[in-house]
């Protein structure tokens, strides 16, 4: 209320107000004031609450004026602090705007900025996505090119190695050495099902046969291959057997041969291993008689095979002929009751004898002359060697049975030296025909088929003890590489495994 008075007054005395006395204090306890106010012509009471002593003192209105004065100065005071504090707010407010102005700007130039990120972004992803596209796209092509190209090199390389073959593998080279003419020949090793038409006679045990029936008697494995899956023919002894203790004679036919006045020779391989083994004959089956046998083995002789050869003069061969192979057992069983029922106990059942690879020449053994039986020729010590090189692809039982083919006593070559590595080598790179394939590589006689990892030369059995392989050979891949190749001429023909149904070259090996 003080302070409202007090700006009354101010604005009285601002605007030309004298105070006028017209009475002194009346001791009420109050003091009471005329004041005219000049412009307004009219006298207005002021009253003033007695101070707390209960007294009245008339000088109060010079305590009201100084009051005043020090209340328009502290005002003043106000005013200008109010307005400095204005002109500050109003720059500070301009200087918020200012800076708001630049965030909104700032905000819609991050705003343009992130949509061309987004944009860059996805011109990014689109142009990744075209060049993995077109990537892959190259690589499709660049792989699908270099198949070709392989396929090519190789078609090229197979193309040679055909048209090597057709200039090479012209025959046999076989001629009778009387009348210098060629001579024909045919080949059986037994392994096609259908016996190259070789049949037993009815109530005869003779069986197709593979891998080893017994460790007790007959073979171990057959002659063309030296391999579990060759194929041989055995007079098996216990289908033969009966109750009865007699002797059980069988026999197996040849095809007809047709005449020659210069005689036929006839070379097979045997194997008679067992302890009850009887004999072998063979006999010269002339207009349906047998006549004496031409050829007759007794008894055991050892778990290996071996070769035989009969010269039929022209008495036989001026009719049409058949070979009759002939073996007996004296196999028998007798019947045993046990865990509930009967079973055979066979007894002199040690006689299977086997018979492979069987080649007819028509013409008589000494007039028959290989030319070749391999244009190279190695000398090693007492030990002559013929090997014949063949450019024409074939799998490995093909290749070994060719080679059987090409002469009863060849086979594909077995390697046991250094020095027999260097020889093949070096025939290979001095022929032209030969280098054209070489990228084919040659199959050699080596084969693990029979136990993994244990490669043998199947001429003979034996196992592989010098060997050639490149680093890392063999590995058989896919689990099915059984037959070593001399695979890289790159670096000397070093050898590896290879599938035994691929096709290659392969070199055949005689020993005189």
Not at 408 to 426: H, K, P, T
Not at 492 to 499: Q, Y
Request: a negative charge; charged letters at 20%.
């Amino acid at each position: 209320m003080a302070i409202i008075q007090g700006f009354i007054i101010i604005f009285l005395l601002q605007f030309g107000g004298e105070p006028v006395t017209s009475a002194s204090c009346d001791f009420t306890g109050q003091c009471i004031y005329n004041l005219k106010v000049h412009h307004c012509n009219q006298t207005t009471n002021t009253r003033r609450e007695s101070d707390p002593s209960g007294s009245c003192g008339c000088g109060d209105l010079e305590i009201i004026q100084g009051e005043t004065y020090n209340l328009q100065s502290s005002l003043s005071t106000l005013e200008f602090q109010f307005s400095a504090l204005v002109q500050r707010y109003q720059a500070t407010k301009a200087s918020i705007l200012q800076k708001q102005q630049l965030l909104e700007n700032a905000i819609s130039e991050n705003k343009a900025l992130e949509s061309k990120i987004r944009n860059v972004h996805y011109l990014l992803n689109k142009t990744t996505e075209s060049v993995t596209r077109q990537t892959n796209n190259w690589n499709n092509e660049k792989t699908r090119l270099q198949t070709q190209t392989s396929k090519s090199i190789k078609d090229v390389q197979t193309c040679k190695a055909v048209l090597t073959a057709a200039k090479t593998d012209n025959g046999q080279n076989i001629t009778d050495t009387a009348s210098n003419k060629p001579v024909s020949k045919t080949f059986c090793g037994f392994e096609d099902s259908k016996r190259c038409g070789y049949v037993a006679e009815s109530g005869s045990h003779w069986t197709w046969q593979s891998s080893m029936y017994s460790s007790t008697t007959g073979p171990k494995q057959d002659h063309t291959y030296g391999t579990p899956n060759g194929h041989y023919m055995m007079l098996n002894s216990q289908g033969a057997a009966s109750s009865s203790q007699t002797t059980h004679t069988s026999r197996l036919d040849s095809p007809q041969f047709t005449t020659s006045s210069a005689g036929y020779c006839i070379k097979f391989w045997y194997n008679m291993h067992g302890q009850d083994i009887k004999f072998l004959k063979v006999y010269a089956k002339v207009n349906g008689g047998l006549g004496y046998p031409v050829f007759t083995k007794t008894g055991y002789v050892d778990s290996d095979w071996h070769q035989a050869q009969i010269s039929l003069d022209n008495e036989y061969t001026s009719h049409p002929f058949q070979i009759v192979f002939e073996s007996s057992t004296n196999a028998y069983y007798t019947n045993h009751y046990t865990s509930g029922g009967y079973h055979h106990i066979y007894s002199l059942d040690k006689s299977n004898t086997a018979i492979d690879d069987v080649t007819v020449f028509n013409t008589s053994c000494s007039r028959l002359s290989q030319s070749s039986h391999g244009s190279h020729v190695r000398q090693n010590g007492s030990d002559t060697s013929y090997y014949s090189f063949h450019a024409k692809p074939l799998t490995w039982n093909e290749a070994k049975t060719a080679c059987r083919r090409e002469d009863s006593q060849s086979s594909l070559v077995s390697i046991n030296s250094q020095g027999e590595q260097d020889y093949l080598v070096r025939t290979i790179k001095n022929d032209e025909d030969l280098s054209n394939i070489a990228s084919l590589g040659f199959y050699t006689g080596g084969n693990d088929e029979k136990s993994e990892h244990n490669f043998v030369w199947t001429d003979n059995g034996a196992p592989v003890t010098y060997s050639n392989w490149r680093p890392g050979q063999p590995n058989n891949v896919g689990g099915d590489q059984d037959c070593l190749l001399l695979q890289y001429p790159d670096t000397n023909f070093e050898w590896g495994d290879v599938a035994c149904s691929e096709k290659h070259p392969y070199i055949c090996e005689y020993h005189n």
